[in-house]
């Protein structure tokens, strides 16, 4: 009995997997078919790939999508921290009320909050990088706070103020005590960041302007004019760097302690 | 008002609300220089905020803190000459048990020879040599706090602060820690201000116990007179078990209770003052029936190691008596106290008198 119903539940994962990852797998196995059919096997090839580097537009893109990540990553995850800071020393009510509004952003429709942007960065700027770029901080401020926040929770006061009465400024002692202490949940919110952008379509393609484009947004006009396989290539990429950034945080938000101790060693 | 020049630290008309709540209320404290005193009280009266004003981590809504003559109330806690041991969890999880030794001395710029010759010289007065490279997070309690401890008196300070150091240790290591704090502190030779809600613990450890209760001083004093002579019901109830009474006063060594009236030594009280009437289990003397002021009946007898704890119901009130000599329960007993061993008492400052009777 126990044993049917193991195999039933091993069969429903299978099952669920399949249908995650099987729509993927033939991206990928097509992005290694010497063919240009979609339905006929002509062999093994890298030649899409190698299509795929000599294409400028393309590099430019992915120079464009890893900037816009990098940056927008990194300049949230300052803001976020300071941000989680500051929220952690509210008192109860403004600490709940700005908890909620930190989450509409997240559960806000992507297509809302684009052109929400848009419409502000218009007046403030011409639409290009910048307002890209802008745009992807700004969607990502909540991501770093929602995972540096637990970390602050966990965090015992009193290990801050031990700090400041052996002689420590208020600066020493958030860069030398607080800081290794919920360094995990800063790298973890940069990388989720950093996913978030790159996985980013629908804010990027209202707030990017003309001639910006991101691997996304060029994917999305490139197939409008008819699939090449080289796009199977570049997304194939794109995944395969998303998966292993998610591998990676996963890694660090689950052994919060042991990131602790690489962090400190490394240093 | 004049510092007094043997005082090294005073608190002056301390006030401080938290969302409207008073915590402390016109709180006035002389610490004397090489002190050893313990703020006592329940939990919520107010001891840590107390402690966090002279640590500077709290800024009180009015009065002042003196260190020395000079007022430090604004003064940023890492400039103050006081350092803090926390009652747990301060050790620096990512720094080795050195490291965390080091730290305020690094701070203050000081050469690698005095910093190694500071941190043998602090371990071995906390008893923990050797144990530099050690990984703070695997220490036990007892000495995560000897660590503490050492950490911070590496740094010369002028006053000690100890809040709760020992709360999160079980009662045999709690006893084992209370004898080498005091050894501690006559080696260092320091002020130390220590908190407590446990009070054996004060009664065992300080030269001058601050009684607190709701943010207000209750009584200040030496242990011995704290224990003999509590200005209030509050002080004798949480000093020890004892038999409180509500009474009147007839007239100068003459009280009334329960509708008897009973010798005492205590004078200068109003003509029908209504005072708290303490009585110490230990001077409470069970008596053959007919005798003493009042007669009732045993409930319950409890052998406690040295003595018998008795209780007997009479005159609608439960009393507890201590003897080395056991009445049988439900035996008919007399009560009797010695005039000097009553205790004539004032109603306390706040309104907690009816809190205490329960
Ligand atoms: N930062 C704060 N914000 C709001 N209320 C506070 C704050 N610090 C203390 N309080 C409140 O002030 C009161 C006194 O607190 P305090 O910590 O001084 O008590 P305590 O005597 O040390 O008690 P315990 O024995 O439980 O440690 C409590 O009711 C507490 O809830
Ligand atoms: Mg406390």
């Not at chain 1, 790939?49 to 816009?68: D, H, K, M, P, V």
């Not at chain 2, 747990?88 to 001395?105: D, T």
């Not at chain 2, 209750?218 to 949480?238: H, L, R």
């Not at chain 2, 003509?271 to 003397?285: C, Q």
Request: charged share 20%; net charge neutral.
């Amino acid at each position: 009995m126990v044993r049917l119903k193991n195999a039933f539940m091993k069969c429903y994962l299978a099952l669920i997997l399949l249908f995650l990852y099987a729509p993927i797998f033939v991206l990928v196995v097509l992005s290694f078919n010497d063919s240009r059919s979609r339905v006929t096997w002509g062999g093994f090839t890298l030649r899409w790939y190698g299509e795929l580097f000599s294409n400028r537009q393309i590099l430019e893109a992915l120079r464009t999508t890893l900037l816009l990540g990098l940056g927008s990553a990194a300049a949230a995850t300052v803001i976020g921290t300071l941000g989680a800071v500051g929220i952690q020393a509210m008192r109860r009510r403004g600490y709940q009320i700005v908890m909620s509004l930190t989450n509409i952003p997240i559960l806000n429709a992507d297509i809302v909050t684009g052109i929400a942007l848009m419409l502000w960065f218009v007046r403030l700027m011409p639409l290009g990088f910048g307002s890209v770029l802008a745009a992807h901080i700004t969607f990502n401020i909540p991501y770093v706070i929602l995972s540096v926040m637990p970390k602050l929770k966990s965090l015992n006061l009193s290990i801050y103020e031990a700090a400041r009465d052996l002689g420590a400024g208020s600066v020493y002692a958030f860069f030398h005590i607080v800081l290794p202490q919920i360094g995990s949940g800063i790298l973890a919110g940069f990388f989720m960041a950093l996913t978030m952008s790159m996985d980013d379509f629908v804010i990027t393609y209202f707030t990017k302007g003309a001639g910006v484009n991101t691997l996304s947004t060029m994917i999305y006009g490139e197939i409008r004019k008819g699939i090449k396989p080289e796009m199977y290539a570049l997304s194939t990429l794109l995944f395969a760097v998303i998966f292993v950034i998610l591998l990676v945080f996963n890694a660090l938000s689950g052994r919060g302690k042991n990131t602790d101790d690489v962090i400190e060693r490394s240093r | 008002m004049e510092t007094n020049e043997k005082d090294i630290l005073e608190l002056r008309n301390i006030t401080k609300s938290f969302d409207g709540k008073k915590v402390l209320d016109d709180l006035s404290l002389s610490i004397g220089r090489n002190e050893f005193i313990t703020l006592l009280g329940p939990s919520g009266c107010g001891k840590s905020t107390t402690l966090r004003i002279i640590g500077g981590f709290v800024r009180p809504d009015a009065g002042s803190v003196f260190f020395e003559g000079k007022d430090i109330t604004n003064l940023a806690s890492e400039k103050r000459n006081v350092n803090t041991v926390f009652q747990k969890y301060s050790l620096f999880p990512h720094m080795n048990v050195e490291e965390n030794i080091a730290f305020g001395l690094k701070l203050k710029k000081k050469s690698k020879a005095y910093i190694q010759d500071k941190i043998k010289y602090a371990l071995k007065l906390v008893n923990l040599e050797g144990y530099e490279k050690r990984n703070t997070t695997a220490l036990s309690g007892g000495q995560q706090q000897r660590i503490a401890i050492a950490r911070a008196i590496v740094n010369e300070p002028e006053i000690l602060l100890l809040d709760e150091p020992l709360g999160a240790l079980d009662l045999k290591l709690r006893h084992d820690m209370q004898q080498e704090l005091i050894r501690i502190k006559k080696e260092v030779g320091i002020t130390f201000i220590y908190v407590t809600h446990d009070q054996e613990e004060a009664l065992t450890m300080s030269d001058k116990i601050v009684v607190m209760n709701k943010g207000i001083i209750q009584q200040m004093g030496t242990s011995k007179s704290i224990y003999d002579e509590p200005q209030n019901a509050f002080v004798a109830d949480f000093i020890g078990e004892s038999n409180i009474i509500g009474g009147i006063m007839l007239q100068d060594r003459v009280v009334e209770i329960l509708g008897v009236k009973i010798p005492c030594v205590d004078e200068g009280f109003a003509e029908r003052e209504a005072v708290d009437v303490v009585i110490r289990p230990e001077d409470l003397e069970i008596k053959p029936e007919g005798e003493g002021f009042f007669t009732g009946q045993v409930t319950s007898v409890l052998f406690k190691g040295a003595y018998y704890e008795i209780k007997v119901y009479a005159e609608g009130y439960e009393w507890v008596s201590q003897s080395v000599s056991a009445p049988e329960v439900g035996a008919r007993v007399g009560l009797y106290v010695a005039p000097d061993n009553i205790q004539i008492m004032h109603k306390p400052k706040s309104e907690d008198a009816e809190m205490i009777k329960e």
